[in-house]
C-alpha cells in the first residue's frame, strides 16, 4: 500500500516516487501490473492530481513504469 507522511520535509511526489519504485523493486507490483490511475491515488490519499502526475511522469522517466493511452500505467520489467 503506497502511504505518505504530509508533514515529512521529502515533498509529496518524491515520497510516492520512492513508495511505487520499492514496490516494484521488491516485487509487490510485477511486470505488466497495471497500477492505480492518478484520480484513484488522489482519491484514495487525499493529495492534488497533479502531484502524483509529477511522480508517475519521473518513474515513467526513470524506466519503472509504461503508460498506454486510454488504458493507464503499468509496471515496466527493471
Do not use: C, H, W
Amino acid at each position: 500500500m503506497i502511504e505518505v507522511d504530509l508533514r515529512s520535509r521529502v515533498p509529496i511526489y518524491e515520497q510516492l516516487y520512492e513508495n511505487v519504485r520499492k514496490m516494484i523493486l521488491q516485487g509487490t507490483l510485477i511486470e505488466d501490473e497495471k497500477i492505480p490511475s492518478v484520480r484513484e491515488l488522489a482519491s484514495i490519499l487525499a493529495i492534488n492530481p497533479n502531484t502524483i502526475k509529477k511522480a508517475f511522469k519521473a518513474l515513467e522517466k526513470d524506466g519503472y513504469i509504461y503508460s498506454v493511452s486510454g488504458r493507464g500505467n503499468f509496471v515496466n520489467v527493471i
